[in-house]
């Protein structure tokens, strides 16, 4: 068996890799490119903290391989704070004290971005009553649009907060 | 996980014949198979990654229906407004089923050929006839709360997971595929699955190197749709069981209804049995519940799965009455 040559695009910065194929692109991310920011819980897609954005929506990094991805637009945590300034997200977080031990916290936040693109190109969720039409982002809307993200120490009320916080364009 | 040549399908020609050989398979949004890849549960030796295929649209499709592409992903499927407008059951049924993540990677053709959740199928030490033929069923008389009531065999009662096959199978969804040799063949969604009989590891009637190129959906079958799904937590759990169904009410009877029930078999469930007790019959929980009992009079439980049946009677109840607007 032998490597691929492959090419990803990460934050903008692209990184030519010479990978064994088995290599998941969260393992290419910590491994290979050195950004530990991206975590790894489960390793099966249940938690959620491998969370990152390609191409604009949301993936479990640990259910798919580097070489699926040349030519993708990879954003990790690394990614989102613009000219040295929190993302409103991260900012929202802190703000709101969205976490504890802050494990799950990258993946939470790179999801809530990217829930915030989904419900804005009006994609219905299973909270929403008639998937037909546009939903409203209740507080109930965000909790099921979150469910992929497991916390183990249980901020997800304060999560909750930080989402709409943003969603609703302001602080508290 | 064990290595493996990875390769990106050149043409739909070329996938599928570089997937002929027994040890190679189609990968998709990879959200089922690198899992069970990682436990070295399946050993692929050759990769093929359908991902530059030219199979993600959704079409209309000359009768009327929709044409949607192997390579559509769950989440591009339950948000597409065609299907939110005419068949909402299935963007319900997509949106119960795993998180939103997974849903944006997993895609049409996989999330119908997905694996079984039986947690022996998932555990190497334990037998499994599915996993390894001939070692026996863990199952049967272990922890089989997850499993399956109906339709099932004494040497598998593996359940099938797919929230989106249920919505599919109540809507008389058609599967498209393509094989090396070029030949294509239309595949009702209920011949697709293979029962579990003494074969419990071949699950579905492709052949190897056989590609889901589409799925159809015929016209949009007149009636109210909807999904209901049971689980252990309120969200991102697999379900115990779930049920489909479009019914039309006139007056105070039932003119037509579709059942199918997840969570219960080795494949999405259509009971013919309920659609026929409920033809003609009164809108009334009364008639709901005899429908459920025709569904499940051929159901058994294996002991911590006995709850299955009056559940999966219940939900149709529930559901039936949502949809038929009867308190
Ligand atoms: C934590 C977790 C929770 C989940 N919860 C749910 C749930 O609640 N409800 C639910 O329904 N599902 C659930 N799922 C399962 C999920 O829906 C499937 O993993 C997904 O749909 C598989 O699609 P994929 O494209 O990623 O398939 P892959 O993993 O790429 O492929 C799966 C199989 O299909 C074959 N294949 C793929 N495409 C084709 C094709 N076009 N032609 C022929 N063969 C093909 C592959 O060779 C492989 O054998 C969950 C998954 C996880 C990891
Ligand atoms: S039910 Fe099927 S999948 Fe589960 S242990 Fe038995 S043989 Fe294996
Ligand atoms: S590490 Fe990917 S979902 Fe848990
Ligand atoms: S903050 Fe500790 S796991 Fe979420």
Known sequence: MHNENVALTVNGRRHALDLDPRVTLLDALRENLGMTGTKKGCDQGQCGACTVIVNGQRINSCLTLAVMHAGDEITTIEGLEEDGNLHPMQAAF???????CGYCTPGQICSAVALLAEHKAGWPSYATADVATAPVLTDGEIAERMSG???RCSAYSNIVSAIRDVAEGGRI | MKPFRYERAGSLASACASATEPTAKFIAGGTN???????QIETPTHLVDIGPLPLAEIEESAEGGLRIGARVTNSALAADMRVRRRYPVLSQAILAGASAQLRNKATTGGNLLQRTRCSYFYDTTKPCNKRMPGSGCAALGGLNRMNAVIGVSSDCIAAHGSDMAVAMAALDARVETVAADGVTRTIPIDALYRPPGNTPHIETVLAPGELIQSVVLPPPPPGQQLYRKVRDRASFAFALVSVAVVVTREDDRVRAARVAFGGISYKPWRSAEAEAALIGATVTRASFDAAGRAALRDARGYGYNDFKIP??????????????GVI
């Open chain 2, 33 to 39: 198979l690198l899992d069970l890849m990682k436990l």
């Open chain 1, 94 to 100: 802190v703000r709101h004290d969205g976490l504890q």
């Open chain 2, 311 to 324: 559940l999966a009677r219940r939900t149709l109840r529930a559901a039936l009455a949502d949809a038929t």
């Open chain 1, 149 to 151: 993200n497991v916390c």
